[in-house]
């Protein structure tokens, strides 16, 4: 069974750091590109960032290039999200999920969630 | 960047009824466009990929379509488990964007 579990949310002040890890299992994790998407209390979906199987090819959002970085550990099945520079509106649910085996087709499993709080 | 506009933001349904959503991008984007359902509290579920393929496991009365720049998700006849929030996703290769969301409400 396909499993993503997110870890590492919190409360933090604004311009502080924190890391979001999600633990993987169920698949052969270092085939699949991965992504970070965030959801702001009561709103819509965002993505944030994508990482290829390798971690040859990584894209952002423009509202964290610079300030967030993704990465991924192969050997241990797992994603990171390192989140630099936190500002208010980056308070959200984070999720980690999954391409479908073809990239760009969809994102087929996704983790339960972390929350992120960045206020004083 | 692809901007995806999702029409209507709130649509009120009766169970039976038949549904249609329609997502479109702000230039073309092939096929390459995801529909996923999203209930409260919960992880988004894929439902369409590459505009019309059904995931796995996902019920016949959701299908999807178009391509370009215009796409709908249509339920053909409304289950009371089908009462969520429905979001459009597109993909190119350096970026992926979601509509704003459907909120499908009982009427």
Do not use: H
């Not at chain 1, 709103?43 to 390798?54: A, D, F, M, R, T």
């Not at chain 1, 991924?72 to 999200?81: F, G, I, T």
């Not at chain 2, 059904?54 to 370009?68: D, I, K, Q, T």
């Not at chain 2, 053909?76 to 190119?92: I, K, R």
């Amino acid at each position: 069974e396909v499993q993503l579990v997110e870890s590492g949310g919190g409360l933090v002040k604004p311009g502080g750091s924190l890391r979001l890890s999600c633990a993987a299992s169920g698949f052969t994790f270092s085939s699949y590109s991965m992504n970070w998407v965030r959801q702001a209390p009561g709103k819509g979906l965002e993505w944030v960032s994508s990482i290829s199987s390798s971690s040859s090819y990584i894209y952002y959002a423009d509202s964290v290039k610079g300030r967030f970085t993704i990465s991924r550990d192969n050997a241990k099945n797992s994603l990171y999200l390192q989140m630099n520079s936190l500002r208010a509106e980056d308070t959200a649910v984070y999720y980690c999920a999954r391409d479908k085996a073809v990239a760009g087709s969809g994102l087929d499993y996704w983790g339960q969630g972390t929350l992120v709080t960045v206020s004083s | 960047d692809i901007q995806m506009t999702q029409s209507p933001s709130t649509l009120s349904a009766s169970v039976g009824d038949r549904v249609t959503i329609t997502c479109r991008a702000s230039q073309s984007i092939s096929s390459w466009l995801a529909w996923y359902q999203q209930k409260p509290g919960k992880a988004p579920k894929l439902l369409i990929y590459k505009a019309s393929s059904l995931e796995s496991g996902v019920p016949s009365r959701f299908s999807g379509s178009g391509s370009g720049t215009e796409f709908t998700l249509t339920i053909s006849s409304l289950q009371p488990d089908d009462f969520a929030t429905y979001y459009c996703q597109q993909y190119n290769s350096y970026s992926v964007t979601f509509g704003g969301g459907t909120k499908v409400e009982i009427k």
